[in-house]
């Protein structure tokens, strides 16, 4: 059996993951074995709801216990400090989305990770459902996207890292289709605050817009082709983690990454330019990754 580790309890991912491995068992050989909680109550809820049979007071007390981990906190500024520990006991780590609050802290990790030859992979779950897929596989057959939009909830003020929170779904889906190479964009906001729009403008002359509203929505994708408009909402799988919780669970097996650092860090850095460009009302180069 391959035992899990789980360090943040507050996102209700935690549980969700801890059910598909220990209840559901639609993985076989994987178990969430332990988990930290940010309060007790957050722990021992999802200690309770996931069937996880240790709750530690201390992240580090896993180490010597379990064979991967599962980092999740609701802000990306938690993420990489709670990942020290395991990168430094050489243990696999999948770390929720987003993978980190600055690009700079999270290429310096990447990098301390291939040196020590630890795989460590982040996505949104959201690029793992069938919809997204299909939308992707019917785009990939036409001969050029012309642009792009996305619509999807995202509070620009959320207390969780403002636009990091949710933009990095709908980063994700626009990296996934058109690639890393975005060289600046551009965030408008409504004069109450209550949404934004972001342009990404990429080094071929592509351009993509992202809706950020702060009511839920959905997430939807608009691309003009050559051949035609194609619009699709993204519909959530049945069970919307298995695809991800096997992708994470077969790179513990493998010791393969399914994304290169490239395509981990593309994100980061486009929401880091969209943040800054949020807060001067000016348009932001994005760093090369």
Request: charge should be positive; charged fraction near 20%.
């Amino acid at each position: 059996m391959i035992r899990i580790g789980i360090v943040g309890a507050e996102n209700t991912h935690s549980i969700a993951v801890a059910k598909t491995l220990n209840i559901s068992k639609k993985v076989p050989g994987f178990r969430v074995v332990a988990i930290w909680g940010e309060t007790d109550k957050f722990a021992k809820k999802a200690a309770k709801d996931g069937a996880i049979p240790t709750i530690v007071k201390n992240p580090e007390e896993m180490i010597g216990q379990i064979d991967a981990v599962f980092i999740d906190h609701r802000h990306p500024k938690y993420h990489l400090p709670a990942a020290e520990a395991f990168l430094e006991a050489r243990i696999p780590i999948f770390i929720d989305k987003p993978f980190c609050y600055r690009l700079s802290e999270g290429r310096d990790f990447l990098a301390r990770c291939q040196r020590a030859k630890v795989p460590v992979t982040s996505f949104s779950a959201l690029i793992m459902q069938r919809s997204f897929k299909s939308l992707k596989q019917s785009l990939q057959k036409t001969d050029k996207i012309l642009t792009l939009i996305t619509i999807g909830p995202c509070d620009p003020y959320s207390p969780y890292g403002g636009l990091f929170f949710y933009g990095i779904h709908q980063v994700e889906m626009i990296v996934d289709l058109l690639g890393t190479d975005v060289v600046s964009v551009n965030v408008s906001r409504s004069s109450k605050k209550k949404s934004a729009v972001a342009t990404l403008f990429f080094r071929s002359g592509i351009a993509a817009t992202i809706h950020c509203l702060i009511e839920y929505v959905g997430f939807h994708i608009a691309a003009l082709t050559q051949n035609g408009l194609v619009s699709k909402q993204i519909a959530f799988d049945a069970d919307p983690y298995i695809t991800g919780i096997r992708t994470f669970c077969e790179m513990i097996r493998s010791g393969q990454e399914p994304l290169e650092h490239k395509r981990i860090l593309a994100p980061i850095a486009i929401l880091e330019a969209m943040e800054k460009s949020l807060k001067t009302g000016k348009a932001q180069p994005v760093a090369k990754v």
